[in-house]
C-alpha cells in the first residue's frame, strides 16, 4: 500500500481552493501550515496502478504550483 507525503505549494491566493480540492479526493488528507503558504499532504492508495492514476490527477490541478515528496515507502498488505 503506497503512502506518500507532500509539500504541497500553492499558485498565489489559492491556498484554500487548493484545500478544497485536495480534500474531495478519498485518497488523500491535507494539512495546512499555519506560518507559510503550504500544505502538507499524505497520499495513500492501495497499489502502484492506483498512485499512478492519482498522481495524474494531483497534476491536473490549476491552483497546484508545486507538488514535492517529502516520503514515500510501500506497506504490503496482508491477505
Do not use: R, W
Not at 498565489?12 to 499555519?34: D, F, R, Y
Not at 498512485?51 to 498488505?77: H, R, W
Amino acid at each position: 500500500m503506497p503512502i506518500k507525503s507532500y509539500l504541497a505549494h500553492p499558485h498565489t491566493g489559492k491556498k484554500n481552493e487548493l484545500i478544497e480540492t485536495l480534500s474531495k479526493m478519498n485518497q488523500c488528507e491535507v494539512m495546512p501550515a499555519q506560518n507559510k503558504d503550504i500544505l502538507i499532504l499524505i497520499t495513500e492508495t492501495n497499489n502502484k496502478t492506483d498512485e499512478a492514476i492519482l498522481k495524474e490527477k494531483l497534476e491536473t490541478i490549476e491552483s497546484l504550483k508545486l507538488l514535492a515528496m517529502v516520503s514515500g515507502f510501500n506497506t504490503p498488505q496482508n491477505n
